[in-house]
T-cell receptor, first 116, second 115 residues
């Protein structure tokens, strides 16, 4: 089974500073990888996705992520944090379930706090 | 992006009653829908996957008789929590994916409180 590891359940950065949220995956085949953001009491919003095209993926709200096969990583970055970036972030990978369905496996999430 | 609408956003019900949660894809045909449960400050746990017109496939440990899932059309799936108990209180989230899509789109979630 595929798995996703997000290092750091909580990350705090100052407003204007670099945001780096880490994600490592385990996969025996080239995966599809995703980053989602969740605001309190809301569903998930797709930030960006990697689907075996360009390894540097640009998403919404100034976020980007780089797929590094050699490191099995898909870290999320943003050059300059904004107060509105405070939220929970989930990394996810697709896998095929026992029933042949394609499903998402989520990491445990990283709560990002922005310090004014 | 595509829009998935989930209703209701919040519901409080008495123990022993049943609650239905709806998930609609508003601008695309959702061939596959997923239902997740999320406990406070935790990740999403996949409960079941449903393909339109087929029976849902449930993840290990999820009671299919308690969490009834219907996906009768390409735009609507429902999750019914039957004979709800306080331990069923949680945040339930649906997501939907179209046939030609690589990503799934999520509803806003439903906060269920059983009293």
């Amino acid at each position: 089974a595929q798995s996703v590891t997000q290092l750091g359940s909580h990350v705090s950065v100052s407003e204007g500073a670099l945001v780096l949220l880490r994600c490592n995956y385990s996969s025996s085949v080239p995966p599809y990888l995703f980053w989602y953001v969740q605001y309190p009491n809301q569903g998930l919003q797709l930030l960006l996705k990697y689907t075996s095209a360009a390894t540097l993926v640009k998403g919404i709200n100034g976020f980007e992520a780089e797929f590094k096969k050699s490191e099995t990583s898909f870290h999320l970055t943003k050059p300059s944090a904004h107060m509105s970036d405070a939220a929970e972030y989930f990394c996810a990978v697709t896998e095929i379930s026992n029933f042949g369905n394609e499903k998402l496996t989520f990491g445990t999430g990283t709560r990002l706090t922005i310090i004014p | 992006g595509a829009v998935v609408s989930q209703h209701p956003s919040r519901v409080i019900c008495k123990s022993g009653t049943s609650v239905k949660i709806e998930c609609r894809s508003l601008d695309f045909q959702a061939t596959t829908m997923f239902w997740y449960r999320q406990f406070p400050k935790q990740s999403l746990m996949l409960m079941a996957t449903s393909n339109e017109g087929s029976k849902a496939t449930y993840e290990q440990g999820v009671e299919k008789d308690k969490f009834l899932i219907n996906h009768a059309s390409l735009t609507l799936s429902t999750l019914t929590v039957t004979s709800a108990h306080p331990e069923d209180s949680s945040f339930y989230i649906c997501s939907a994916r179209g046939l030609s899509r690589t990503e799934a789109f999520f509803g806003q979630g439903t906060r269920l409180t059983v009293v």
